[in-house]
C-alpha cells in the first residue's frame, strides 16, 4: 500500500474487522478529504480520521489501537510482518500436529475446528491423556472400522467440556484465531494484534467479565449502566412536528401562512423529527444457572429503572415475578437487593422460561403493544425448549421487538441446541460485559423499525 488513499481504505477495512460499523459513503468522505491536505503532523491526521470514522465512545479503543499498530515507519511495519509470519507457522504447525494426533487406526477423525483449536490449547499431560485412550482403542481387542463414529463423539464431549472450562477471554481469542482473514498480510497482522489486545481502553470495567465483578464495583457498574440508560430514553421517529429550527420546511403550513402575502414564501414554517418515547419491558433471568451474573442483572434493572420512566422489570426462574416497584427512582441499590433476596421466590430456582412468558403473555398482555421493545436476559439454558420457542414466537408478534442478551459467550452457543430455537424469533447478542451492552444498545435502540 503505497498512496494514503490505500492506508486510508485498508484502515477501514481493519476497523471493519475489529466490529467498527462504518458506511462507504464515510469511507469515502474520509478519502476525500484527507487527500486533498497536503501537510498536516500524524496527530492532525489521527484525530481527523477519528472524528470522521468514530461515531461512538465504545469504538475508540479499537481505532486507538488499530491506528497505533498501522500507522508506524517502514522499519517497525517490518518487525510486525515478521512477527506475524512466525505466528502463523507456529499456528500451522501446531494445528498438522494436532491433525496428526487426532487419528483412529491411521485415519484422521472428523472433529469441528473449534475443538481443534482447544485441543491445541490443553495441557501437554491432557493431550498425552486423549492419545492414549485413542490408541487403546484403535488397538483393542475386535476394534472395527465401526467404532471411529463412538470415538469421534467421545472426543467432541471431552474436548466440548474442556471449552466449557475456558474463560471468556481465552474463548475470545479463539475467535480471533478463526476470524475471517482480509487476504492481505499487512492487514492480516493488525487485525490479529488489535483483537488480540482486545481493543481494552478507557474504563477496563467496561470489557470485564461481569461473573467477576466485585462487590466494591457494584457503584460503578449502576452508574455506568445509568450512563447507557439514558439512551433508551428517546428515539427518533419517523413523525414530525413543528419547530422553529431550520430543518425540514413543512411546505403546506408555509404556503397557508403565506396567503397573505399573495404565495410569496417571506414566513417559512420548518419541521423536526418528533421525540418518540418506547415502552420497555426487561424480564430478567435470576434462576441457578444465572446466579453468578446476579452482580450484572440487578444492576442493569436498576440502571435501567432509575433512568427510564416507561419501562416494566421482571425476573423469573421458574415462573414470573413482577418486580418494577422495587426499582423505583430514588430506591437504594443495595437495600433492593436485600429486598429482593428476602422477598423473591424465584431468586436460584431452575429454570423454566416458557411458564414465565407463558405468564407475561396472559398476565400482562396490555403491556405487549407494537411500541414495546422487550429484552430477555438470560443464558438460555430452560426446560421445555420447543414450548418456549413457541410461545417467543406469539409474543414477538405483539412488540415492537425482541431482544435476548445472552450472557454465554457465542463460542459456547453450539452447545445449547435451544438457542438455534429461540434466535428465529428474536434478536440474540453476546453480551456477558458491558462493552456488550454499549454496543447493542447503540447498534439496535436507535432503529426506526
Known amino acids: 500500500m503505497n498512496s494514503l488513499a490505500d492506508n486510508i481504505v485498508g484502515f477501514i477495512q481493519i476497523l471493519r474487522q475489529l466490529g467498527v460499523r462504518i458506511s462507504t459513503a464515510e469511507t469515502i468522505d474520509a478519502v476525500d478529504s484527507l487527500t486533498v491536505i497536503d501537510n498536516f503532523d500524524q496527530a492532525e491526521f489521527r484525530a481527523a480520521l477519528k472524528s470522521t470514522l468514530i461515531k461512538h465512545a465504545e ?59 482447544v485441543y491445541k490449547r490443553l495441557p501437554e499431560q491432557e493431550k498425552q491423556r486423549l ?15 465401526s467404532f471411529q463414529p463412538i470415538v469421534e463423539n467421545l472426543l467432541r ?28 498480510d499487512e492487514l492480516d497482522h493488525v487485525v490479529d494484534s488489535a483483537a488480540g489486545l482486545g481493543g481494552t481502553g478507557g474504563n477496563p470495567l467496561l470489557y470485564k467479565n461481569m461473573q467477576d ?8 457498574v449502576t452508574a455506568l449502566i445509568k450512563r447507557l440508560a439514558s439512551r433508551l430514553t428517546t428515539r427518533i421517529s419517523r413523525r414530525f412536528r413543528i419547530t422553529g429550527r431550520r430543518k425540514l420546511i413543512d411546505i403546506r403550513k408555509s404556503i397557508r401562512r403565506n396567503m397573505r402575502y399573495g404565495g410569496i414564501m417571506i414566513s417559512l414554517k420548518y419541521k423536526t423529527k418528533k421525540i418518540h418515547k418506547p415502552n420497555i419491558i426487561v424480564v430478567c433471568d435470576v434462576s441457578a444457572s444465572m446466579t453468578k451474573y446476579v452482580r450484572f442483572t440487578l444492576p442493569l434493572l436498576f440502571g435501567l429503572s432509575s433512568v427510564v420512566k416507561n419501562i416494566e422489570s421482571f425476573i423469573f426462574a421458574t415462573d414470573l415475578e413482577k418486580v418494577t416497584d422495587y426499582f423505583r427512582r430514588g430506591a437504594d441499590f443495595a437495600q433492593v437487593t436485600e429486598k429482593l433476596a428476602t422477598n423473591s421466590s424465584q431468586m436460584g430456582q431452575g429454570t423454566n422460561l416458557f411458564i414465565a412468558l407463558s405468564s407475561l403473555e396472559e398476565d400482562h398482555k396490555q403491556l405487549l403493544t407494537p411500541s414495546t421493545l422487550l429484552f430477555i436476559i438470560s443464558d438460555a439454558n430452560t426446560l421445555a425448549p420447543l414450548e418456549t420457542a413457541g410461545q417467543l414466537s406469539l409474543i414477538s408478534k405483539k412488540v415492537k421487538r425482541v431482544l435476548w442478551l445472552n450472557t454465554q459467550p457465542k463460542e459456547r452457543w453450539p452447545q445449547n441446541s435451544a438457542i438455534p430455537l429461540f434466535a428465529k424469533f428474536c434478536a440474540m447478542f453476546e453480551c456477558y460485559s458491558l462493552a456488550h451492552l454499549t454496543k447493542i444498545l447503540s447498534l439496535n435502540l436507535t432503529r426506526q423499525s
Open 157 to 184: 464431549s471431552s474436548l466440548s467440556f474442556w471449552q466449557r472450562q475456558l474463560s471468556p477471554e481465552d474463548l475470545a481469542q479463539l475467535a480471533a484465531a478463526r476470524r475471517q482473514l482480509l487476504g492481505h
Open 59 to 117: 469504538d475508540q479503543a479499537a481505532f486507538n489501537q488499530a491506528f497505533n499498530l498501522f500507522f508506524v515507519p517502514p522499519e517497525a511495519k517490518k518487525e510486525q510482518q515478521t512477527a506475524w509470519d512466525s505466528k502463523q507457522q507456529l499456528d500451522l504447525e501446531q494445528t498438522k500436529q494436532a491433525e496428526e494426533e487426532l487419528v483412529f487406526q491411521g485415519r484422521p477423525l472428523e472433529i469441528p475446528e473449534n475443538l481443534k483449536d
Open 213 to 220: 465483578i466485585a462487590e466494591h464495583e457494584i457503584p460503578q
Open 131 to 145: 492419545q492414549d485412550f485413542l490408541e487403546k482403542t484403535s488397538t483393542g481387542n475386535k476394534v472395527k472400522e
